[in-house]
């Protein structure tokens, strides 16, 4: 858990609204609150504006218990159990809030899983981190490493489905269910 001074309501908003100004508007809509009368030919900056207002009071404060400080690149056990992990390689606070599998392959005992992770960082950075999952046995390793940041909508395709459903359990504090 980080403290309400170490990441405020406002990092949050800023966060969230570079987050959604990279997502189409057909996706956007889905983030719209309920209660929230749209204007089918409204600004898409407006309809940005609106979904980040809605997140940022829907996360704020619970995201704060949702912020991991140490989150390894490589993790897992041996065929003996024994555990192994290594260094964080986000320097900053970070909680997910996209995993998406982009390929799997199973060849009876081995299974390798490539997967796309998004981290909002305290900094306000939302790193994305490609993770390579491998269970043979006994054995397992799970590797990470950050391949970029989000900068602009070109950045990485999101399926919203999967972001607004991450973001509601961060909020109702139901993130390890997913």
């Known amino acids: 858990m980080i403290s309400t001074t170490d990441y405020t309501k406002e990092d949050l908003r800023t966060a969230l609204k570079k987050l959604f100004s990279c997502l189409e508007f057909d996706q956007l809509i889905w983030g719209i609150p309920d209660h929230y ?3 089918m ?3 898409e900056e407006e309809v940005v504006n609106v979904v980040a207002d809605h997140y940022t009071e829907k996360l704020y404060p619970a995201i704060l218990d949702a912020f991991d400080e140490h989150i390894p690149y490589m993790k897992g056990h041996d065929a003996d159990g024994r555990e192994f ?7 900053h606070p970070a909680v997910q809030i996209f995993y998406g599998i982009d390929e799997a392959v199973y060849s009876g005992v081995t299974e390798l899983v490539f997967s796309s992770e998004i981290y909002l960082l305290t900094n306000g950075d ?4 490609e993770n390579v999952d491998v269970k043979s046995g006994d054995f397992r390793m799970e590797y990470r ?3 970029g940041v989000i900068e602009k909508a070109d950045d ?3 399926d919203e489905d999967i972001l ?3 973001l509601d359990a961060i909020a109702e504090g ?3 269910e997913l």
Do not use: P, S, W
């Open 85 to 91: 992990f290594d260094h964080t390689f986000l320097y």
């Open 164 to 166: 607004f459903e991450t």
């Open 126 to 129: 939302l790193a994305i981190v």
């Open 145 to 147: 490493r950050q391949t």
């Open 156 to 158: 990485f395709e999101f």
């Open 174 to 176: 139901k993130m390890e």
């Open 37 to 39: 009368d749209l204007c």
């Open 41 to 43: 030919d409204a600004d």
